[in-house]
Every structure is written in structure tokens, then in C-alpha cells.
């Protein structure tokens, strides 16, 4: 088992002022070492939620009502918010989130936050951190005057790269990077993409990749997780996924994409629309969308079946000869 996390049947739901919003349902999925699982899906599927858990950083109005999340043999769900402060979150995985270009604090210059992260949790003299630090800026393509610059007065790309220098500040082994290049344009998101394979091979970094962009997936991935609604749809391998791929919703979307190479087509050129997961769909939520739903789909949610070495899909028609 080279798995550095695991997540095991994960249910979580938001509770707000009259709605129970089912976010994450029985979601189990894993990441080896040294390798990168890419996450697809629309918009609302849960994305995002999932990487906040991993990051213990869900707010309040959630609630973990099943599963575990293991982290280097340790179900960090059991862990308290001192501990995991502590010894895990920034030193041992770390996170950049949808929003990052946002996430600097715009009173402090650039220098002053890099340093502040490395003082919370590591003892080291100033020239020491400064030195890290320049490497890393270095090494993420910036100059390094941007070190004493106020975030304001970096662009979307360079705030990006800051970002992404602050995630590795501390030799993390896992990174969650939660649609790291979405507000970017192409150009500027395609170099931020190679940028982040690069560190992560040089480094043998494991890391988490969202995206609900599937042509960006099958560049930096080495295993996939379909979701859909809440729930992981299909788990396989790059090739699995590509040219193996077994759930219904996992070929609409590759047929959707008809060239992995054309960025214009995202997932939502699929017919139908997300479920409402304040109440979704019964059976499997994918049903109302699926041209080869049948009685059972309605009714019963379909469990992953392993259908190669790697490679799992949450279908009752996977089998019957139609997936
Ligand atoms: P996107 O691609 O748009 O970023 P996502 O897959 O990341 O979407 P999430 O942000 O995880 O989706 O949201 C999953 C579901 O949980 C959605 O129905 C969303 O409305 C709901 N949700 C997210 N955050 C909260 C919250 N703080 N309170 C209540 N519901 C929430
Ligand atoms: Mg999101």
C-alpha cells in the first residue's frame, strides 16, 4: 500500500438556516506517493468541499458524518485543530485555493508573509528563511523584487506564483491545488500548469489537482476521480480514464471534449443539469442525465465495482454488457 491518503466512504453535508445540502457522499478515493490525483467534475460537485476537509478547514455549518481521512497511516478527522495546526497543515500538506489570487494579505508586503509562514512553524534565523525563500521564487519564475512588493502590485500570474511558492515553503508531501489556474488566462495558465508538474516530479511531491477543466487533467494527472453530485462516478488511471472509461457520465464528458487539446469545451456542454443536493436525485443522482438508467438506478445507489488493477466505477450497468 503506497498510499499517502486515503479517503474512506467521506460523507459530509452543509446545514444551513432550513437546507441540508449533501455535499460529499461516501466518497473513497486515494494518492500515492509521489503521484498526482486529478479531480473532475462540475461545478457544485463537491470539489472544493472535499479539498477543504483534507485541509480541515471546512466551516462551521459542515458536518463530517461519516468516513475517515487517513494521512500517513494517521485518520487526521481523529486529530484536534492544535495537532494538526502544528504538524500538519503547511508542513506536511498544503493548499492552494480556488480563490488564491485573493488569499494574500494586501497590508504586508510579499517577503513579510513568506517569512511569517516560515516562522509559525519552523525555528530558523532570518538570513536562513531569506535564503529558502529566494530560492523558491527563483525557482517558481519570478523576479526577486517581487519580494518587496504589496500584493496589489503583482499581476494574476505573479500573485499565482506566490501562491504556489508559499504552498512549497515548508517541502510539503502532499499539495492540494483547487483549480489553481482558472482566473488566469490561457497562456499564463498553461505555464503556471507546466510550472506545477515540473516542481512536482523534481520534488516527488503527491498532490490533489482540481480542475473542472478535463483537457488540463490528462497533462499533469496520474489518476483521476470523476465526480458527480457529491460522489466519486469512476477512479482510474490517466488511460483508464481516457481510453477505458466505463461510467456513463465519464464518456458523455470525453465525448464532450472530442480533443483533449480544445480548452473552449468544458463539462458543462453536457445535456441535463447538476443536481440540487439539498435534495437530490434517489438511487444514483446521475440517473435523471443517463441515457442507460434502468428501474435499479432509481432506486439503489450503485457501490464501486473494480473493474481493473486501479480502476473503479459506481455503475450498475457497468457489466451488463452497456457500459
Ligand atoms: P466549483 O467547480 O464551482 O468550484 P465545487 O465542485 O468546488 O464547485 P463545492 O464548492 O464543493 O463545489 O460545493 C458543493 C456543494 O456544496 C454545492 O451545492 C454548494 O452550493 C454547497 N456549498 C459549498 N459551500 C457551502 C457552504 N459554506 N454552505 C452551504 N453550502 C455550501
Ligand atoms: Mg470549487
Redesign the pocket.
Known amino acids: 500500500d503506497n498510499a499517502l491518503l486515503n479517503i474512506n466512504n467521506l460523507t459530509l453535508h ?3 438556516k432550513n ?1 441540508e ?1 449533501s ?2 457522499d461516501d466518497v473513497s478515493i486515494y494518492v500515492e506517493k509521489g503521484k498526482v490525483l486529478g479531480i473532475a ?12 476537509a483534507i485541509f480541515k478547514i ?2 462551521s ?2 458536518k463530517i458524518l461519516k468516513g475517515e481521512i487517513i494521512f500517513d497511516g494517521k485518520n487526521i478527522l481523529d486529530m484536534d485543530e492544535k495537532t494538526f495546526s502544528k504538524e500538519i497543515r503547511w508542513k506536511r500538506i498544503s493548499y492552494i485555493p ?1 480563490v488564491s489570487m485573493n488569499s494574500l494579505d494586501p497590508v504586508y508586503k510579499i517577503k513579510y508573509q513568506l517569512l511569517e509562514t516560515i516562522f509559525v512553524h519552523e525555528d530558523i534565523s532570518r538570513a536562513e528563511a531569506l535564503e529558502r525563500i529566494e530560492k523558491l521564487i527563483t525557482s517558481v519564475g519570478l523576479p526577486l523584487e517581487i519580494l518587496n512588493k504589496y500584493p496589489h502590485e503583482l499581476s494574476g500570474g505573479q500573485k499565482q506564483r506566490v501562491m504556489i511558492a508559499m504552498a512549497l515553503l515548508l517541502n510539503p508531501d502532499l499539495v492540494i491545488a ?2 489553481p489556474t ?1 482566473a488566469l488566462d490561457v497562456i499564463i495558465q498553461a505555464q503556471i500548469i507546466s510550472l506545477l508538474k515540473n516542481i512536482q516530479q523534481e520534488k516527488k511531491l503527491s498532490m490533489v489537482f ?1 480542475t ?1 477543466d478535463l483537457s488540463l487533467l490528462a497533462q499533469v494527472s496520474d489518476m483521476i476521480a470523476i ?1 458527480y453530485a ?1 460522489r466519486i462516478v469512476e477512479f482510474g488511471s490517466v488511460e483508464d480514464i481516457y481510453y477505458n472509461p466505463k461510467h456513463p457520465y465519464t464518456k458523455l464528458l470525453l465525448k464532450s471534449v472530442p480533443n483533449i487539446k480544445d480548452r473552449k469545451r468544458k463539462l458543462e456542454s453536457i445535456p441535463g443539469e ?1 443536481p ?3 435534495n437530490p436525485p434517489k438511487g444514483c443522482r446521475f440517473h435523471p442525465r443517463c441515457p442507460l438508467a434502468q428501474d435499479i438506478c432509481r432506486k439503489e445507489n450503485p457501490s464501486p465495482i473494480r473493474v481493473g488493477p486501479n480502476h473503479y466505477v459506481s455503475c450498475f450497468m457497468v457489466g451488463e454488457g452497456n457500459a
Open positions: 452543509y446545514y444551513t437546507l445540502i455535499a460529499v467534475g462540475e461545478s457544485g460537485s463537491g470539489k472544493s468541499t472535499l479539498a477543504k471546512l466551516p455549518s459542515a480556488q483547487d483549480e482558472t482540481i473542472h465526480m457529491g447538476v440540487d443536493l439539498a
